[in-house]
């Protein structure tokens, strides 16, 4: 109850205060915008450029993934082109052995 009496009490004592200091307050104001546009901007700044960083590093992510994937396809084609080329001896001394003739 105390809390509330005394929330009531401040704001009377604050709007009376912009009776009688509308000036200052205005001028307050005035000193102020300037300084919050200003903020205002600086972290408009901060902001695209941490959004900025944060696309170029998921796009270093997906190349990187893609880089992976592309080096992983590369190793199956290499193990498979050597399995190909090991049938391929495999077949040749076949056909040797075959259009050799027995003695």
């Known amino acids: 109850m105390l809390l509330l009496i005394g929330g009531i009490v401040s704001c009377i004592l604050g709007i009376i205060g912009f009776f009688f200091w509308w000036s200052a307050f205005i001028t307050i104001l005035q000193g102020g915008f300037p300084i919050m546009l200003i903020a205002g901007g600086v972290l408009a700044i ?8 944060d696309r170029m590093r998921e796009e270093r992510q997906k190349q990187d993934e893609k ?31 075959t259009s050799q003739p027995n003695a």
């Not at 901060?46 to 960083?53: N, R, S, T």
């Not at 992976?68 to 052995?97: F, G």
Request: glycine content about 2%; aromatic content about 6%.
């Open 67 to 97: 880089l992976e994937q592309a080096r992983e396809e590369i190793e199956r084609v290499k193990a498979q082109s050597q399995q190909y080329l090991e049938e391929i001896e495999k077949l040749k001394e076949q056909t040797k052995n």
């Open 46 to 53: 901060y902001v695209g450029v941490d959004a900025m960083q």
